[in-house]
């Protein structure tokens, strides 16, 4: 914040207070607050850039992922980085392996590959990078429908749901990730 | 770890000759070396510069004045590596002095190429829990009241590298350079959320990328109200492109990740949105078997810049002992150097003013006698924080703690005067 050394200032800013205080119950007030800058956005455009994802569903389009059908977008579309069974080709990393035997100790394990079935804590957020992020090289052009398969297969192939399930926008949210119960914020981050 | 790819700088492994020494130009027996000096003496010179180095300039008229400045051939600091679309590239603390970040060598982390965007196209959205959601373009911004403050901005993978897989041949760049330092020019966050009307139900606001990935983290409204910036502009003039150009978030202190580039758009939430880059990135294991999530403030932490690899004492005598020092919290209170692997330790000078949430110099003035030595520095902050050792820091995080590295680092010098990084 600036603060004011100039004497001259501080008779006129005296002589204006009562002005300003005076105007703060109206529009235009607000407008002296906000300099009048900006517009409203247009819904069209809303819609087209909010376009996260979060942990209770808001965001996910209508439609219904399918694991076969997954498995087809994800060998054309995400195999050739990936691998052929989600095993990971270095720099692009693994997407499926369930937690180690020895629990979430990837602390002490610098080899433990942190996947989908292990170490995402929210299967939403895999629907919100695949569809914003994804494939690497043609990033975003993934449709609804592609993206819903693709990550019904992957929670498929790190055993989250069945084979033959299918996932939803209300069943989504619903499946349960292995690893977010290991999840804590830090303790700086919740202190108010 | 993030994909990082795993390249590693070329570096130059020239041994010192006396002849390197005269042909380098101009160092004199007994002079203080300061870092570019120690450089000069530490390679070979380039060719651009040995030709200079052949004409005296006191009899032939100098070159004609040029529309942008360039370095005097003699000085070639570098970002290493390069080349990546996802990745980052290192400043090259070693070869630099005082505090801020020459903007073409400040480091830079992106997730999927650096993007080209037109200033008079893009534009900012805040929306979600406000009164007034709105769209300012990058003119309105620069209409709004202006704050200019200097901040340092690390990466919080920064060190992992050196934590991992220790080289002696680590040059600070490759130990510690996702660290710079800027004076940033900006508008707080604080005017535009009055402006928009921050509903009371907001806690957290979703940042948005409008690069190639479409980055996303979520930071606490109380954040965004305290002290963040929207800045487009760095040490006075318009960000480089690698660095968020036409805006970028800014969070004094926090983690760079969380300070996202070429910002398209804040949605103000009443919970984190949980992004792919705070839950499956960016989140901390412990050795306790859980992940240590939203770890968003940078630990007290300094780095011996000179002397250090690829330097080399040519004789002994009095060096100082540079570096910088930081922490996300408040500023630095003390830094202790050690010469001799902690046995002793003895208190840097700090300038003055010592800076909130930026880079600090310290210096402390050592006598080599010439034998085997090991150097290290120990930051303090106002909190009280102290840098631990690496044999504390790998007992409170384990052998893979992924980010936020902060552990005291040791720079080993040989009775030659050769110098490596000893973890």
Redesign the interface.
């Known amino acids: 914040m600036r603060r004011l050394h100039a004497l001259p200032l501080a008779l006129p800013l005296a002589l204006l207070l009562p002005l300003m205080l005076a105007g703060c119950a109206g529009e235009r007030a607000r407008d002296e607050v906000m300099f009048g800058l900006g517009r409203a956005p247009e819904p069209a455009e809303l819609a087209r850039i909010d376009i996260d994802v979060t942990p209770n569903g808001d965001g996910l389009p209508e439609g219904t992922g399918v694991p076969a059908r997954g498995e087809i977008v994800y060998r054309e579309q995400c195999a050739s980085c990936h691998g052929a069974n989600g095993e990971g080709i270095r720099p692009s990393p693994a997407l499926v392996g369930r937690t180690p035997a020895a629990g979430h100790v990837f602390a002490l394990d610098p080899g433990a590959p942190q996947t989908i079935g292990n170490y995402w804590p929210y299967a939403t957020t895999v629907f919100d990078y695949v569809r914003r992020a994804m494939p690497l090289k043609n990033p975003g052009s993934l449709s609804n429908a592609q993206t819903y398969d693709v990550v019904a297969y992957l929670l498929a192939a790190n055993g989250l749901i069945a084979p033959t399930d299918s996932v939803t926008r209300t069943s989504l949210p619903r499946v349960v990730m292995p690893a977010r119960r290991f999840f804590v914020p830090e303790y700086r981050s919740v202190a108010r | 770890m993030d ?4 390249d590693e700088p070329q570096r130059s492994t020239h041994k010192i000759t006396r002849r390197a020494v005269v042909r380098s130009g101009g160092l004199l027996a007994g002079a203080v070396l300061t870092p570019s000096l120690m450089r000069a003496v530490s390679q070979e010179p380039l060719p651009a510069a040995s030709a200079a180095a052949q004409t005296d300039p006191t009899r032939t008229p100098g070159a004609p004045s040029d529309s942008l400045g360039t370095r005097s051939p003699f000085e070639t600091p570098r970002l290493t590596p390069v080349g990546v679309t ?2 980052s590239s290192w400043t090259p603390h070693h070869l630099l002095h005082g505090t801020v970040t020459p903007a073409d060598l400040h480091f830079h982390r992106h ?2 190429g650096i993007p080209s965007i037109d200033p008079t196209t893009h534009t900012l ?1 805040i ?1 979600g829990l406000v009164e ?5 373009t990058m003119a ?1 911004l620069q ?3 202006s ?1 200019t403050r200097t901040h340092f901005i690390e990466c919080s993978g920064n060190g992992g590298r050196a934590y ?1 897989n220790p080289r002696p041949d680590m040059s600070p760049q490759v130990v510690d350079g996702l660290t710079s330092n800027t004076e940033w020019t900006g508008v707080t966050l604080a005017t535009l959320l ?3 009307g921050v509903k009371d139900s907001a806690t957290w606001a ?1 940042a ?1 990328g409008g690069d ?5 983290r979520s930071v ?1 409204v ?1 954040k965004l109200l305290d002290d963040a910036l929207i800045v487009y502009a760095q040490n006075g003039e318009a960000l480089r492109p690698a660095n968020g150009y036409p805006i970028r978030l800014l969070l004094p202190g926090w983690e760079g990740n969380m300070c996202v580039k070429w910002l ?2 804040l ?1 103000l ?1 009443d ?1 984190p ?4 880059e705070e ?2 990135k960016y ?5 306790n ?9 940078m630990d007290v932490k300094s780095l011996i810049t000179s002397p250090t690899q690829p330097h080399h004492l040519p004789e002994p005598g009095w060096y100082p002992i540079r570096g910088i020092a930081w922490t996300g919290s408040g500023n630095i209170a003390r830094v202790d150097v050690s010469p001799d692997g902690g046995r002793s330790w003895h208190a840097a000078t700090l300038p003055p003013l010592v800076p909130r949430l930026a880079h600090t110099r310290f210096e402390y003035l050592w006598k080599w006698d010439g034998k085997p030595a090991r150097l290290m520095s120990r930051a303090v902050d106002s909190t009280g924080a102290v840098q631990p050792t690496l044999d504390a820091f790998r007992k409170a ?6 980010y936020h590295y902060n552990a005291i680092r040791t720079w080993d010098v040989a009775g030659d005067g050769s110098i490596t990084f000893g973890g």
């Open positions: 994909t990082v790819p795993d996802s990745g997730h999927n959205t929306h007034r959601p709105l769209v300012f309105e209409r709004f009241p704050v991992n009055r402006t928009v979703l948005e190639a990935a479409v980055m996303t606490p109380r398209r758009r949605e939430m919970a949105a949980m992004s792919r839950t499956s989140t901390d294991p412990m050795p078997g859980t992940s240590r999530q939203f770890s968003f403030v995080r384990g052998t893979a703690p992924g």
